[in-house]
């Protein structure tokens, strides 16, 4: 990876745009800026109740709304003044080089990839590079001889057959994408294909993505973003997914890969996923990044917030309010969901029949009193205290944002 500083276009409307929006914000969502104590609620259930749930946004809420840069780009800002509101105090700079990408789709130990032309392994033991010969095969793999060897196999109607084996890992390349065969699907990827050794010794083998930094984000933005909203709403996603992976190259996830594929780093589908209108939007910002102390900052960002972004572990992950992830087309600004009250008795079987709802505490940011950070389901054979966090999951809510509203079910007996 290569950093450094870089000025990128001036956001000088910023300011003015917030200024006007804050005299549009209620008064106390202004003053409100930090978290404050809030009073615990509690709500009565019942005999055989339903319990209403209301609640705001979708995701952590930390650093980027997407629906809210979407909002953003609609009031006017750039995608410059999009990424200064999110990740206020960071500064800018660039990022180039490359990324390794652990594909968790495919299962096996092998690696399959389509024969096409130009088709090249590389044994990273040796250093040596081979063209694969244009076979009758229709399928090439890797696979693992051993501890510290690879075999190179092609595939006939006959069945596979061995070409060669080659010293350490080896990889596939190409002049041009590479289609790998995984046992759910088949996904085409930008770079190199690579069969990785989780360490030294080791007889399995993960497979590894290894690409540009500007040719993985083409297969990140469209899977976070819609590439059809607005220009400067996809290119602040490129800018904070572009900053995120600098940030997770930089404190990768294993020895022989930096970043997943999932949900839990940033959703990647290789070149299979891209789309031209989200490839424009990462040419426009290339190897734009934010930093902190000259070093990629940790640019987390959420499908909706809510109204309100949470705290997160750095200073620039600030809660604040957010003007502009309200607007029409947001969904999951504002959602409700009915949950019988039998659901939460087996998510936590030990309280018995539930009687009382009680949230103890929030953390004092919007509606509400802001997400809910710890609470107690009472019951009649006993209690049980959680986090926000075990409830959105046990429940599958959207967010930690939440209130409650218990009314008994229609023509319910009392227990």
């Not at 106390?28 to 209403?52: C, F, I, K, L, N």
């Not at 660039?94 to 690696?111: K, P, S």
């Not at 696979?143 to 092609?154: E, F, H, I, K, Y």
């Not at 070093?295 to 997160?312: I, K, L, V």
């Amino acid at each position: 990876m290569l950093l450094r500083p870089h000025r990128a276009r001036t956001a000088s409307r910023l300011p003015t745009v917030l200024a006007v929006v804050a005299l549009l914000l209620p008064l106390g969502a202004q003053a409100e800026a930090a978290p404050s104590a809030v009073p615990s609620a509690r709500w009565d259930v019942p005999g055989v109740a339903t319990v209403r749930i209301h609640g705001h946004g979708y995701g952590h809420g930390h650093g980027m709304s997407q629906y809210g840069a979407e909002g953003a780009a609609r009031a006017g800002l750039s995608y410059a003044q999009i990424a200064e509101f999110y990740y206020a105090g960071t500064q800018w700079g660039t990022a180039e080089g490359t990324v390794a990408v652990n594909l968790t789709g495919d299962t096996t130990d092998d690696v399959v990839v389509q024969a096409r032309p130009t088709l090249m392994v590389r044994s990273l033991g040796s250093g040596r590079r081979w063209t694969l010969p244009a076979k009758s095969a229709t399928q090439w793999r890797l696979v693992a001889r051993g501890a510290g060897r690879t075999a190179v196999q092609w595939r006939t109607r006959g069945g596979w057959k061995q070409w060669r084996v080659v010293r350490g890992d080896a990889e596939f390349s190409a002049r041009g994408p590479v289609t790998l065969v995984t046992p759910a699907k088949s996904v085409t990827y930008r770079g190199k294909l690579r069969s990785a050794s989780p360490g030294a010794g080791s007889t399995t083998r993960d497979t590894v993505n290894v690409l540009s930094l500007e040719n993985y984000l083409k297969g990140v933005v469209p899977l976070e973003i819609p590439a059809s909203w607005s220009p400067e709403a996809v290119r602040a996603q490129a800018v904070a997914a572009r900053t995120y992976a600098a940030y997770e190259r930089a404190h990768p996830l294993a020895g022989h890969f930096q970043i997943c594929d999932t949900t839990s780093c940033q959703v990647y589908g290789g070149y299979s996923a891209e789309h031209p209108l989200s490839n424009a939007a990462v040419a426009a910002t290339a190897g734009q990044v934010l930093t902190v102390d000259g070093a990629p900052a940790f640019t987390q960002f959420a499908s909706s917030n809510g109204g309100w972004s949470s705290a997160g572990s750095v200073p620039y992950l600030a809660a604040r309010p957010d003007p502009y992830d309200g607007w029409a087309g947001n969904p999951v600004h504002q959602w409700q969901t009915d949950v019988p009250a039998d659901r939460i008795e087996s998510a936590w079987p030990r309280i018995g029949d539930l009687t009382t709802l009680v949230v103890e505490a929030r953390d004092g940011n919007g509606d509400w009193g802001g997400r809910v950070s710890k609470m107690t389901f009472v019951g009649s054979q006993g209690q049980v205290t959680v986090s926000g966090d075990q409830v959105r999951s046990a429940l599958g809510l959207r967010s930690t944002w939440f209130t409650f509203e218990v009314a008994p079910a229609a023509g319910a007996r009392s227990r």
